[in-house]
């Protein structure tokens, strides 16, 4: 095969293969999570316990709402005003209107009006988880600027009394709810009024006076302004306090305090047109009344002239244009107050007056070819009638202007006032319970999965007879229903015995099979060891060698972890003593309590356990071991801590390796069996112990189920 061919088949065969330790299913994920159910659980309890705790630490806010209607078009009394009151209406937006409430010129005086300013805390962290705080509420408060960044407080002494307490912890003055109490201290005088007390007896509040700017802002963030629907003028305005009526009162003093504000501005309004129309009165009387003498003077002085319908005509024209352009100039006059003159409304207006300066021209070049004495009566004529016109127009404008500076009402009216709410808004204590709840199960599935993360070994077995051509036997699943470590120095039971439809005893008897199919009879000495402490070695090893003598046959348990020994034989020597000479086999041999089980414990070590294995004699044992017993199983310790396994699995007929379920990692894996195999020629296989529950797999679980119910 060529090189080109070669890579060709490597890439094909890391394409097919899969790729299952970095991977997690959904089902995976779910066994996961409900291997770890009680863990969750623990979390949500947790969870649920700060809910609570938080719902009833935040205190309760009442929220109240109010509704303004905002009249874009103008109102009735504008309307009724004619032309005049079309001058005097300014349409108010209502995202205009939202700024002007939330502006410090309305906040200003709310805050004055209802003393927010003024501010009495109460103390105590267990009356506030309880909700029995209590309420002072100040309508007057002082204090001194050289005392104020300290802490002032008040404490009840009984039913509508109390004491003010200064910073140094001394009482200084006495009150009663309603007086006004006034006391000297540090060169000035603290003042203060309470208007309402409810709170029991020994009850500490804590004053503050904060500037009005600062109580302004507060307010201002508070309100929730917002027009409903679009373009509809109908403005909702709510506002939240910890007190119900606490929180309609200052709401309606917004919504009040706004209201007066916008009809003082239009009324103002209405008082600065007034007032130009009342100057400019007497210089258009007089002038209508120096054109009412002169047109007289005339017509004595002529005598009567007969004036024809077209001249008529032609005068009632001159004068409708000689109004229009006076009201117009007044109306200009009016804008330049307020704009310049390149603004927009006043270049308007100069060209609606140009057009008609040039209409006006062009009906006095017609009246130029009228007789003499008809242009001069017709031109005497016009001038007074316009000055009637304007004179008696202004009479009626200043006689309206009077009438809306005494009965404006604004553009803004309040369809609804705040009402006292019964129910508190906030805080929602089902909504904090179920989010820290879930907040809560969400952070312990975090923390399984980060686990696992850190436990990243592998899973499959599949995987690892796939990378190191050697078969794992049997998978042990994560025992709970006893001890899952065995102590040392103390007898333990198998599990084969105290729990035998156990799922994990029908992985123990599936591995006795295939070791039964593995060695002859006449090799029957395996080693059971193990790469890391904690994998589960010594529990194999008891439960494998009672199976077998559960079977009927002779077997000898050898604890060959003479540092760290766990199975008691309960006898005075045990292999540490044999390969010392102190004692010979059935001396350091008991019999278990399981019939045919004989057990030799780690006995003393004197000098090191590796010294005792290098020599013969570990050897001799066995070979002598082997005449008495059927089967002899040889628990020897982890082998990436000492060399204890590695001397004995070339004297053994077969290699049993203990994994940890999700522990170790594949190269730790390759690195152990090829240690093997360097110093042994003999079988070896895998059982992967602690495994955990896979999704779909119920077997174990049925067998349980079928074991109780063979029994009863």
Not at 59 to 78: C, E, F, H, M
Request: with cysteine; net charge positive.
């Amino acid at each position: 095969m060529s090189e080109n061919e070669q890579r060709a088949t490597i890439s094909l065969a890391q394409i097919q293969t899969p790729q299952t330790g970095d991977t997690i299913t959904l089902m995976e994920a779910l066994g996961i999570l409900w291997k770890k159910k009680f863990v969750l659980i623990l979390f949500m309890v947790v969870g649920a316990a700060i809910g609570i705790l938080l719902g009833n630490w935040i205190r309760p806010q009442y929220t109240s709402d109010a509704l303004l209607q905002i009249d874009v078009k103008g109102n009735k009394t504008s309307k009724a005003m004619g032309e005049m009151g079309a001058l005097l209406d300014v349409a108010s937006p209502a995202d205009a209107e939202i700024e002007l409430i939330k502006s410090r010129m309305v906040l200003s005086s709310v805050v004055e009006d209802e003393h927010l300013c003024f501010k009495a805390s109460p103390v105590g962290r267990l009356d506030r988880l309880m909700h029995q705080e209590g309420r002072m509420d100040l309508e007057h408060l002082y204090i001194p600027e050289r005392a104020r960044d300290g802490v002032w407080k008040a404490v009840v002494t009984g039913p509508g009394s109390y004491v003010v307490v200064t910073p140094e912890g001394s009482a200084l003055v006495e009150g009663v709810v309603g007086d006004m109490i006034k006391a000297p201290y540090a060169d000035d005088t603290l003042a203060i009024r309470v208007n309402f007390l409810r709170a029991q007896e020994g009850k500490v509040f804590v004053l503050s006076q904060i500037n009005a700017l600062s109580a302004i802002r507060s307010l201002a963030k508070g309100l929730n302004v917002a027009e409903k629907g679009k373009k509809s003028g109908i403005i909702s305005v709510s506002y939240s306090h910890r007190f119900p009526d606490r929180a309609a009162a200052i709401l309606n003093s917004v919504a009040n305090t706004y209201l007066r504000q916008n009809v003082e501005m239009r009324s103002a309004e209405a008082e600065k047109t007034l007032e130009f129309l009342e100057e400019q009165l007497p210089g258009v009387k007089a002038k209508l009344d120096s054109a009412e003498k002169v047109l007289a003077d005339y017509r004595y002085k002529i005598g009567s002239v007969d004036m024809t319908g077209e001249t008529q005509v032609h005068l009632q024209k001159e004068v409708d244009l000689q109004k229009q352009i006076l009201q117009m100039e007044q109306e200009r006059q009016r804008v330049t107050r307020l704009f310049k003159a390149e603004h927009p409304n006043v270049l308007t207006l100069n060209k609606q007056i140009d057009k008609l300066r040039k209409e006006l021209a062009k009906l006095k070049v017609k009246a130029e070819k009228m007789p003499l004495t008809q242009q001069e009566v017709m031109r005497l004529q016009e001038e007074v009638q316009v000055n009637n016109a304007l004179y008696t127009t202004m009479l009626n404008n200043i006689q309206q202007l009077r009438v809306v500076r005494a009965g404006e009402v604004g553009n803004v009216r309040v369809v609804d006032f705040a009402q006292v709410e019964s129910k508190p808004s906030k805080p929602k204590k089902f909504n904090i319970l179920v989010c820290s709840v879930a907040a809560s199960f969400m952070l312990g599935v975090l923390l399984v999965f980060l686990l696992r993360m850190l436990r990243n070994g592998v899973r499959s077995s599949l995987e690892v007879e796939r990378e190191t051509d050697t078969s794992v036997y049997a998978k042990i699943p994560e025992f709970k229903d006893g001890v899952k470590s065995l102590a040392r120095g103390k007898k333990h039971k198998a599990l084969v015995l105290t729990a035998p439809d156990n799922p994990a005893c029908e992985a123990m008897r599936s591995l006795q099979t295939a070791i039964d199919f593995s060695m002859s009879d006449e090799k029957r000495v395996m080693m059971v060891t193990g790469m890391i402490p904690g994998v589960g070695k010594s529990f194999v090893s008891i439960n494998l060698a009672t199976l077998y003598a559960m079977s009927g046959k002779k077997v000898l348990l050898i604890d060959a972890d003479m540092r760290r020994g766990v199975h008691h034989s309960g006898k005075k020597y045990g292999l540490a003593d044999a390969l010392c000479g102190k004692c010979n086999l059935q001396e350091a041999v008991s019999i278990a309590e399981v019939e045919n089980l004989f057990i030799m414990g780690a006995g003393n070590a004197t000098i090191a356990p590796t010294d005792m294995l290098r020599g013969g004699s570990f050897e001799q044992l066995l070979h002598l071991a082997k005449q008495h017993f059927d089967v002899v199983v040889v628990d020897t310790p982890p082998m990436d801590l000492v060399t204890d396994a590695e001397l004995i699995c070339g004297l053994v007929d077969f290699n049993l390796l203990v994994l940890h379920y999700g522990k170790h990692s594949m190269d730790s894996i390759k690195d152990a069996v090829g240690r093997l195999k360097r110093y042994s020629e003999k079988p070896c296989a895998f059982v992967m112990n602690h495994c955990e529950h896979e999704p779909g797999h119920y077997y174990g679980h049925y067998y349980g189920k079928y074991y109780s119910k063979k029994k009863k």
